[in-house]
């Protein structure tokens, strides 16, 4: 008997959850006033709930179908996985969209597939919808699409027209270990894929010389996900991969996504708890690359087998190994070293700079710009504070590691 | 004498402003107003209320800076009734230190940005939690969709989130009802009013679609209730739909992980079985024969005899016709060349293609490659930095090249740049030594060496940049002359 449509939801929304990505931001602004449709777009993103599990949830994020030629051990749709299968046609796709987008449920909609058939009949299913919700229905809200990266290139042309993103998922962070769990993928077709996605994007932006308009492609750029804990790729590894994969395909993210034990899993993997806090000091150490002036070398140095400190963000763990750097002057210092401040982040040395034009600032300064002393304390100076080589008490340390947990009575 | 005024105090900035215009172009201090909201301004009040003084004699126009407009756009709408006052003092410090806004650790301004980021928030949770259901239309009745919300603001922002919903919501009927005001659209125009609405009775079918969305597409293995209730405070849970599910998944979650930990892998189903033999027995792509460069080609595709490819994008494979008379050899593919897969695409390329033009050698008659197939780089925030291939590298990928000479058999080799040199020579020279002039090979070749036109991208200083390129130019004229 065919699922209704409620069943097939939950099987289709089940199956796209391991997908980290929820974002609805950084695409160009618009709305529908001009076109009298539906949607808008704000630059940045809108998330409309959270689920339990501290995501956010902004767009409709489901796969067209969960029938998969492929068998990728991870994942949940892999084709030797005996999970419920279902699909949706592009109508309902459309429908759902729409009404969930109407009640103010989503930003917009994430469509993601498993492969059947081929390739290039799963990638035109995706175009279609996204066509027809643009061109048949006025929707002007946000698209993610993810693209299969052996799909011709006039689909994927297509997809960038329509989409806000696009993305293609490299999961594992190397050649080897793609070999080993995605046996049916190519890195290097990933890599030519993202290439490919890049040299569109730069066509598109230069302005033609008919109208001078830039054309829209994939306004909200590309990005990726990597799973963290599948296989035995350390930190640095990761964050080497993310490095190059920023540098050479302008990613606007790379997702870390804590492997997460699937139903019907396959025995090469580990059925433990998500190491949740090594997703968590990834995106640290992401930020700390993207928006910090960082090298990955800095920030994965501090400890020999490559990893992040999951006691101490990476900040504080690179500050810890570098004393000799410290304290820093809050009222001289330049820029770049005030961002390497535990405790500073970018708004707040923004503030910093534009506060001390007019006085030296104290303690009691950095606390109204919301700064939590206790942390920033040792590392700098301050009219009327000098830290009094703080930074070089052996138990410095100690005094930011999480308290150990105290055994109770039984 | 203390002035006292009294405002409605729902979100509207002309209302105060026009007030504190009057106080300020009469030189009232802060501390002499009593700055009030109607609200708690009960029969305490005589009849002065709200009196406002004569302006000063020969008052100039009063100018703040536009910052400060829209600092104060926000920090009107938060319910604190103390705005009034906070606001009136910093414009009050304003008309003596027009710099007030930019230091950012005074308490003034801090306490306004506080309460314009509460503003900020409480309209960005109204974008995001308002639920709209929907209010079909009576049997036999044609016309725009109509939408119903009720939503509880803890602030005066209905007016300020209106043209959110307007722009967005534009092809249907909708009304939003709060307590601190209600605001609706049917196609033609926004109409807000700041009355207090009444809690009406709703409901939608399609919320259960919902709720069946966000039940699923919660992970039990990730509960992070803490993480959730920060960003959708409990406050604001009786209003949305799907929160209350929220309880019960938390308490099945932790059975629900150790319920898939338990199952064991179970045997695959048929047609998982016929996937694998049809991939098996798919039939092989046809091979270009051997010992031909699209042979050759392909199989360099997945060529790891280093560890430059696992970083790059794809192997960069020599181009030109199979029998050309003149091969060109750089160094290694840059930034464009590793998307594109195609060699001397860049700007290097680019200088390149136009020297070639200008000495009148048609690019298409030659074979051009690199000494390194591969793009080595280190990555640098959004960038890629070159890096030079160290001569372990040119020897391993010397396999690629070596060949690449035996097919094409040129009668002209140009070696562009050192490292070029050193793959077809083996010899580290200055290239100054060897430059501009045709080297007898010991296999009958003719070797020339000049400088790779990244190289002269490089120079910094104009003057030696346009001696070097003229330089350039009459060595590919050399090479012009020797192909012919």
Redesign the interface.
Known sequence: MKKS??ER???L??A???DASCASSGTSKR???G??????T?GSG????????????SL???LLTNFC?Y?CAYCINR????VERARFTPEEVIW?TL??Y????IEGLFLSSGIIRSSDHTMEEMVRIARELRTVH?FRGYIHLKTIPEASAHLIEEAGLYADRLSINIELP??AGIGKFAP?KR??NI??S???L??KMEEMAEPTLQTKRRKKFAPAGQSTQMIVGADGANDATILGTS??L???Y?LKRVYYS?F????????NLP?I??P?MREHRLYQADWL??FYGFD?GEITSTRADGMLDLDLDPKLAWALAHREQFPVDVNRADKEKLLRVPGLGTKTVK??L??R???R?RL???K??GVSLRKIQPFVTAEGWMPHRLVDRPDLRAMFEPKPEQLSLL | MIYRYALRGRGDLTEWRDAARAYLSAGIPPEMIDWRSMDDADGLFGFDDNRLPDPLPNQPPLHVPPAFIKLAGAVICHSDPSRFALLYRMLFRLAHDRRLLQMSSDADVVMAQRMAKYVGRDYHKMTAFVRFKEMPLPEGVAGRRRFISWFEPDHFIVDRVAPFFQHRFTDMDWLIMTPKGSASWDGERLRTSDDPAEKPDLRDETDELWRTYYASIFNPARLKVKMMTKEMPKRYWKNLPEAELIPSLIANAEASVMEMARKAASEPLPFHHRLQEAAANAPVPSKPPAGTLPALKEEARSCTRCDIYCRATQTVFGEGPPDAKVMFVGEQPGDQEDLAGKPFVGPAGKLFNDTLALVGIDRQSLYITNAVKHFKYEPRGKRRIHQKPNLGEVRQCRWWLTQELELVKPKLVVAMGATALFALTDMRQRLEDVRGEPIAMEDGRVLFVTVHPSYLLRIPDEGRKAEELIRFREDMSKISRLAA
Request: charged share 30%; with cysteine; proline share 5%.
């Open positions: 449509l409620k939801l939950a099987i929304s089940d796209a959850k391991y709305d529908s006033l076109s009298g449709g539906l949607g808008s704000e809108i998330c409309h709930a959270y689920a339990p599990d501290g995501r956010c949830i409709l994020k489901i030629i068998d084709s030797s996985s005996n759902l009404e969930f109407r009640r103010n449920y006025n190397t050649d049916e890195p290097d890599r030519q993202m290439g490919n890049r040299l490095a190059r920023y540098g050479s302008g804590a997460s034990p699937i139903p019907d899993s396959s025995k059925l708890k998500p949740l690359y993207r990955i503030s910093i534009s506060a034009r007019f006085r600032l009691d300064d950095l109204r710009l």
